[in-house]
């Protein structure tokens, strides 16, 4: 089945947009409850319309969008629970899309940015869109071709049965292939998948009288992975080849500007937006700008990420223990004695007005 069976849309602006995708699809384009977040729309009852903004060559404001049609109800036969669940997702740099021209052109489409910010959920959610199941593999300095590719088990009787690894299972039935920190596994993984994101799309299970096993027409590839740049944050990661990185299209992720954490808190965490607590949120999202500005200036001196994650959890118990008792549990405690000083001194003094003389406190 054509997984794009529309051109790629383009308009001056979001209304005649939708009236040309209404107007070519001879069906009914419906906003959701979720389309001020994510820029999504549903067109007829079975596809799925991706938005974003973009600039032209001259500087002009042009709206963008792609048709892709919702996963078969046939094809997640015994897969359903592979399916994540719909929740709250902010697009921003009209990510979505990119992951639609990434999924409409079956071109292998890798997210690197710290951890964090969003890498992972971007695929879930969109994944949670088309109804498609999720083969997430987590790739380490231990990861091995069996872990990939598969292995040879014993199945008695002295004999023996080849059993597929995830990736094989995704590319052999289809679905979203998500290997995550693709820089922190080795040459032998990454060789192995050369097949599968060059000109053939397939893998080649040597274990298994040489199978070739072509992508899955429905089988799409996404990858993430962390900044090299940062090798205090994250150890054990490996410069990824020229060679290998060509066979990806890539996206860098960057921090979400604080009027969109704001957001995004205040959906998740509605107790926040009690007057009561709208210093204490001002400062918190103040104290993650500052963070992340001293992370860009000081490569190899602050070994810290102020993830929206963690500002989500922070925010959480802050709602039941205040902000300096509810950092001390959400992170503090856990820094060094030097991390520490740079909080209390630099940061906390500066994005603040707190009382700090409990947070090096024993409880």
């Known amino acids: 089945m054509d997984h794009v069976p529309y051109p790629d849309f383009s308009a ?19 906003a959701t409850e979720r389309t001020g977040a994510d820029h999504v729309y549903l067109v007829g009852d079975d596809r799925v319309l991706f938005t974003g903004s973009f600039s032209n060559e001259e500087g002009r404001t042009v709206e963008r969008g792609l048709v892709l049609r919702r996963w078969p109800t046939a094809l997640l036969a015994g897969r359903a629970d592979l399916v994540p669940p719909l929740g709250f997702y902010l697009d921003h740099d009209a990510l979505l899309y990119r992951c639609a021209l990434a999924y409409s052109l079956n ?3 890798a997210l690197h940015g710290h951890t964090g910010v969003g890498k992972t959920e971007l695929v879930r959610y969109f994944a949670s869109l088309l109804g498609a199941p999720v083969y997430r593999m987590n790739l380490h300095g231990l990861s091995t071709t069996d872990d990939i590719i598969g292995r040879l ?39 192995v998948l050369h097949g599968l ?12 009288d040489n199978e070739v096993v072509h992508q899955h027409p ?36 960057g921090f979400l500007d604080l009027e969109a954490e704001r957001t995004i808190l205040l959906e998740q965490l509605p107790a926040l937006a009690r007057p009561e607590h709208a210093r204490m949120l001002d400062s918190m999202l103040q104290v993650a700008d500052v963070c992340r500005e001293i992370l860009a ?5 602050f070994n810290f990420v102020m993830s929206t994650g963690i500002l989500q959890s922070w925010a959480t118990l802050a709602l039941h223990l205040g902000p300096v008792s509810a950092a001390k549990m959400a992170f503090y405690d856990l820094l060094d ?7 209390r001194e630099q940061i906390f003094a500066y994005a603040t007005t707190w009382d700090l003389t409990r947070l090096d406190a024993g409880a």
């Open 218 to 253: 429905w089988c799409r590839i996404y990858a993430t992975f962390n900044p090299g740049e940062y090798p205090t944050l994250y150890p054990g990661t490996k410069e990824l080849s020229a060679a290998y990185l060509r066979r990806w299209a890539s996206v860098r992720m």
């Open 153 to 191: 088990l014993p199945a008695g009787h002295g004999t023996v049965t080849f059993q597929d690894g995830l990736v094989t299972t995704a590319v052999r039935g289809g679905g979203l292939l998500l290997l995550e920190e693709m820089n922190a596994t080795g040459q032998e993984v990454w060789f």
């Open 337 to 343: 004695d030097r991390m520490k000083a740079i909080f």
């Open 107 to 109: 071109t292998p489409l």
């Open 197 to 208: 994101l060059d000109g053939s799309r397939a893998l080649v299970v040597v274990e298994k």
């Open 297 to 301: 200036k000081r490569v190899h001196a």
């Open 12 to 30: 001056a602006d979001l209304d005649s947009l939708l009236a040309e995708v209404r107007h070519v699809t001879s069906a009914p384009v419906a």
